[in-house]
């Protein structure tokens, strides 16, 4: 059974730092591409950050040069660091794990969220 579980969420004032974890379990992150969303009130989920199997990362543009993004294959753990905080990054965070099969179909998990606020 696989299983994401993160943690770390919680308030911070604006320019603070969180650093969100997520445990994974039934999976290895030496196969599956590892992502953090987040969805804001209102809005649609969007992706902030992921780490593929072989390394290679992405940022969303609003989060680049804030935020950075790890894994520990052999801890099964990603982290999403986050520095210089703004009131715009306050949203529900979800892990997600990703893995591309044959014919077109994915393996695709996520975690139950996370929620950060950033206010005074």
């Known amino acids: 059974q696989v299983q994401l579980v993160e943690s770390g969420g919680g308030l911070v004032q604006p320019g603070g730092s969180l650093r969100l974890s997520c445990a994974a379990s039934?999976?290895?992150?030496?196969?599956?591409?590892m992502g953090w969303y987040r969805q804001a009130p209102g809005k649609q989920r969007e992706q902030v950050a992921r780490i593929t199997s072989s390394g290679a990362i992405y940022y969303a543009d609003s989060v680049k040069g804030r935020f950075t993004i790890s894994k520990d294959n052999a801890k099964n753990t990603v982290d999403l660091q986050m520095n210089g905080l703004k009131p715009e990054d306050t949203a529900v965070y979800y892990c997600n794990a990703y893995h591309l099969l044959l014919m077109g179909r994915a393996s695709d998990y996520w975690g139950q969220g996370t929620q950060v606020t950033v206010s005074q």
């Open positions: 039934g999976i290895s992150l030496d196969i599956f591409s």
